[in-house]
């Protein structure tokens, strides 16, 4: 199993930045990670992912704002948020998958990290 704790919200104003990291602990393997938001009456959408390998891919509204990045020795991955907009405001959460031999693939979630930008 593989447990996931975000941190790094927080209030900022717009044209602002925020980092966010995510943790993860226990002896479950993983693949790939991700980071998703959901926004008051929306719903969850994804905004990056990143493999094992380091490729990543973002939501095209957060392409050139927003960076993914992970430390696989650490088990960590990261959003770098610049530029920041009033709709970027939502729960930010973290995702990872991985394989349990025998029961296959899982993902995981964390408990999600509040961002509000506003002046």
């Known amino acids: 199993q593989v447990q996931l704790v975000e941190s790094g919200g927080g209030l900022v104003q717009p044209g602002g930045s925020l980092r966010l990291s995510c943790a993860a602990s226990?002896?479950?393997?993983?693949?790939?990670m991700a980071w998703y938001r959901q926004a008051p009456g929306k719903g969850r959408e994804l905004v990056a992912t990143?493999?094992?390998?380091?490729?990543?891919n973002y939501r095209d509204s957060m392409k050139g704002r927003f960076t993914i990045s992970r430390d696989n020795a650490q088990k960590t991955v990261s959003l770098q948020m610049n530029s920041l907009r009033p709709e970027d405001t939502a729960v930010y959460y973290c995702?990872?998958?991985?394989?349990?031999?025998?029961?296959?693939?899982?993902?995981?979630w964390g408990q999600g990290t509040q961002v509000t930008v506003s002046s």
């Open positions: 995702n990872a998958n991985g394989i349990i031999p025998g029961y296959g693939l899982q993902y995981y």
């Open positions: 226990g002896s479950g393997s993983i693949n790939d």
């Open positions: 990143i493999t094992r390998a380091g490729t990543a």
